[in-house]
């Protein structure tokens, strides 16, 4: 015991002695037992040391094809302590295969060892909460501690899980007819969640479960006007991880697309009555939109995750968007490419873990800007080599409106006229570069965008 407290002495931790002799046991009488549980229980779990010993002694001998019995076991414990009243490890051995009777209720008493173990976990976390709380250091602020809480809680409540992630192969090839039964079903619907541009939904698919879609682009793309573009053209719960722009600029923007007013103009408050009474209602539209707006700068994906998981309870979030991935942090300092490895291997198992899709904004490189062709591709992506290898989806968004508005001749040269109709021609346009697609083709989707509403829509004519 650490200290003398009366309550602390009366109360031991949660564990179940019989429960753990009576799994050993089984294991030793009939190696099969041990498959029954191998999947989820682990030797740490086990509350008594020596219980520990037996069960990953005998896991290592069952993996190299040995038969486990009391007699091939006695050679690894022939000087070990014994266990009290002159019982030996090795006659002890023989006492656990004596006293089992079935493997039957194996898998109950492994359940019933891991269960324990994570009650004991649960009382350490909640210990250290305690001893953090009362000397917690400057440069740890109480809400670091409870993030770190809920870590290390959820952590808990996910470890040990692993017979849930095998699958048999009936069950596999079910689970894919049911998703080509749901297909066949809304055949012109997207698979997963709709992202508002019909020609985007029926080359991607949507935004599907447990994917990791990537959005990049160059400053004053679009990318971030996509990415709010796509949580507006949801009504089921999201979050939005916004480290650049504020919460307010979040709603303006989503009063600008919803109203068709201008962004700059709502910041100015140049409105007619009409005008008006339409904001009022497009706000009280958008309010019933379950929407979580998180502006903290600077997460780690550890803190973004947390977050994540927390909203994923409390609100069941269907959908993440986060602006944008340069601006997290790794553990990683030191390296950027190690860094931002971490945070997309991060995101990806953030949508597979939640199964939901998580879209994040990403920068892409100054290079575009030195080509004549300046339509992004995959290698322009920052650090493009773990983005590309773990995102599902890569979408580049490219204008040529912007580009040329930038490079305007002088008025009444020959240039000028070249450039007028070019310019004519790509007015209120974007191009969605599809350039990777785990389920489909690449290519390049035409849409519309309206600067001032900051808005991406179908083209004229495609609904």
């Given amino acids: 015991m650490r200290d003398s407290n009366p309550l602390q002495l009366a109360r031991a931790a949660p564990h179940n002695l019989e429960a753990e002799q009576a799994l050993l046991g089984a294991i030793l009488i009939n190696n099969e037992a041990h498959d029954r549980v191998s999947g989820f229980l682990e030797p740490y779990q086990f509350f008594d040391p020596l219980h520990q010993l037996i069960y990953e002694t005998a896991a290592k001998l069952i993996a190299a094809g040995k038969q486990v019995t009391p007699i091939t076991l006695k050679t690894f414990f022939e000087s070990a302590e014994p266990i009290g009243s002159g019982l030996s490890a090795p006659a002890y ?16 008493y492994g359940q019933t060892i891991r269960d324990l173990w994570t009650r004991r976990q649960m009382i350490l976390i909640g210990e250290d909460m305690v001893n953090a709380a009362y000397d917690s250091p400057v440069d740890f602020p109480p809400k670091e501690q409870i993030e770190e809480a809920e870590t290390r809680l ?10 849930k992630a095998e699958v048999d192969h009936p069950t596999l090839l079910s689970g894919a007819m049911r998703v080509v039964g749901d297909a066949y079903r809304n055949r012109g619907a997207p698979v997963g969640l709709s992202t508002g541009l019909t020609d985007l939904d029926r080359r991607i698919g949507g935004l599907r479960r447990g994917h990791l ?42 009063l600008a697309s919803e109203t068709g007013l201008a962004s700059g103009q709502l910041i100015r408050g140049e409105l007619d009555e009409e005008q008006w009474r339409r904001l009022i209602a497009a706000e009280a539209k958008l309010s ?5 707006v998180d502006q903290s700068s600077g997460l780690t994906i550890a803190q973004l995750s947390a977050r994540a998981r927390r909203a994923k309870r409390q609100h069941g979030i269907e959908l993440i968007v986060v602006d944008y991935l340069q601006l997290m942090q790794g553990s990683k300092r ?21 199964s939901i899709p998580v ?39 490219f204008r040529e409106e912007y580009y040329l508005e930038r490079a305007k001749p002088e008025t009444g040269t020959p240039e000028y006229k070249t450039w007028a109709t070019k310019l004519a021609a790509c007015k209120g346009l974007a191009e969605i570069i599809i350039a ?28």
Avoid at 96 to 106: C, G, H, K, S, Y
């Fill in 93 to 108: 051995l023989g006492q656990l295969a004596t006293n089992a009777t079935t493997i039957i209720n194996v898998r109950d």
């Fill in 154 to 163: 959820f952590a808990l409540a996910e470890r040990g899980q692993g017979d």
């Fill in 213 to 254: 879609i990537i959005v990049g682009g160059r400053p004053s793309m679009g990318k971030t006007s996509l990415g709010t573009n796509l949580l507006d053209a949801q009504t089921v719960p999201k979050m939005f991880f916004s480290m650049e722009m504020t919460g307010e600029e979040v709603g303006l923007r989503e």
């Fill in 288 to 292: 019933r939109r379950p929407l979580i």
């Fill in 334 to 354: 030191n390296n950027r490419v190690e860094e931002v490895t971490e945070i997309t291997v991060g995101l990806k198992a953030l949508a597979k873990e939640l």
């Fill in 359 to 397: 879209v994040a904004l990403s920068q892409l490189s100054r290079k575009v800007e030195e080509r004549q062709d300046k339509r992004p591709q995959l290698a322009d992506l920052r650090e493009s080599g773990s983005i590309e290898q773990d995102a599902d989806e890569v979408l580049l968004v």
């Fill in 436 to 463: 990777k697609n785990r389920h489909g083709q690449v290519g390049i989707i035409e849409v519309q965008f309206d600067g001032p509403t900051t808005r991406f829509s179908n083209p004229a004519g495609n609904i």
